[in-house]
């Protein structure tokens, strides 16, 4: 369909509707409404515009934290290699990005897109797709929706092997404290850690399994309260890193030797992981790698918009340091 056919049956003028493709703010919101619908209902995609900016555009819920600076550095290192720089805005929740972010970045016009979002509503898909704008998902919590690009990593398997290290330390009472429930990713990591102690026949016991925030408050205050039942864990799997320092805190505040009397593993392998003392075992979820290989797919979805959909997940691995050992009791 074209834009003529889309003003014809919209009543709106040609002018109007290249306004609300390019994101223009001097139009009424009902306007835009049902402009955006029409396209919608078409299918329409914009052509690749030759004066589209070379850049590639990183989309994330806030700035700082290991985690968010080793996926901005692999996007950077990729782009670069591609001739493109690097913008960063900041929008939304751990969820997706807030609803105003979609008209910003139809306006600036990048080459593509890198989200580090759960998801894209559905609206805010249909307009990218409308404006030729690619997309790609460097996937925290593991359940974009089906045909979404996005790029994962295997929190199972991960789950599974940090539970399975503490096992074969000889741990039986080992705790989780997960990250938020509604997250796909915390579910998945909970769900290989009860998989690694079902299979070697260790009980669960229910007040051992704690779901956190993914922040080190979270995980220092869920240790504390785990250390002060009357038959404490001797290990305790923490959704991730920060979780894990603050684990770390908890044992020292309550007299407990890291990993003397308690073994910690957490999840990611950032580099807060190595300045931590006793020095973190993780699971190494390979971020920069996940950057990398979302810059590449954005690029290709920028070069072939026809290219089919992907969905890519990058192995996880354990890195033994120095806060998990055999249990002395």
Do not use: C
Request: aromatic residues 4%; hydrophobic residues 45%.
């Amino acid at each position: 369909m074209t834009l003529k056919e889309i003003a014809a049956r919209t009543g709106v003028s040609l002018t109007t509707i290249s306004k609300v493709l390019n994101g223009a703010s001097d139009v009424s919101s009902s306007t835009r409404a049902l402009v955006e619908e029409q396209l919608r209902q078409s299918g329409y995609r914009r052509r690749r515009s030759r004066q589209r900016r070379e850049y590639i555009e990183v989309v994330l819920q806030e700035l700082g934290g290991d985690w968010a600076l080793a996926i901005i550095e692999g996007v950077r290192e990729s782009a670069a290699e591609a001739g493109l720089a690097v913008s960063l805005s900041v929008s939304g929740d751990r969820r997706s990005a807030g609803p105003e972010w979609v008209d910003a970045v139809v306006r600036r016009s990048p080459t593509g897109i890198i989200l580090l979002f759960a998801d894209v509503p559905a609206e805010g898909r249909a307009t990218l797709k409308a404006r030729g704008i690619p997309f790609v998902i460097i996937d925290p919590a593991g359940d974009p929706a089906p045909g979404i690009p996005s790029v994962g990593s295997a929190n199972w398997s991960g789950g599974v092997a940090a539970t399975r290290h503490l096992l074969e330390l000889g741990h039986r009472r080992v705790a989780a404290i997960t990250g938020p429930e509604q997250v796909m990713a915390s579910l998945a990591r909970l769900d290989g850690y009860r998989s690694a102690m079902t299979a070697a026949g260790a009980a669960i016991d229910a007040e051992w399994v704690r779901f956190g925030d993914f922040h080190r408050n979270g995980g220092e205050r869920h240790a504390a309260e785990l250390l002060r039942l009357p038959s404490p864990p001797t290990a305790i799997f923490a959704g991730n890193d920060l979780q894990a320092l603050g684990v770390l805190h908890a044992a020292s505040a309550a007299g407990v030797v890291v990993p003397r009397d308690l073994s910690v593993v957490g999840f990611d392998d950032l580099a807060v992981a190595e300045l931590a003392r006793p020095r973190l075992t993780t699971i190494h979820q390979p971020l920069r790698e996940m950057a990398e290989q979302a810059t590449r797919l954005v690029l290709q979805l920028a070069e072939d918009p026809q290219r089919e959909i992907t969905r890519v997940e990058l192995a996880t691995s354990l890195v033994v340091r120095d806060s998990t050992a055999a249990p002395s009791r």
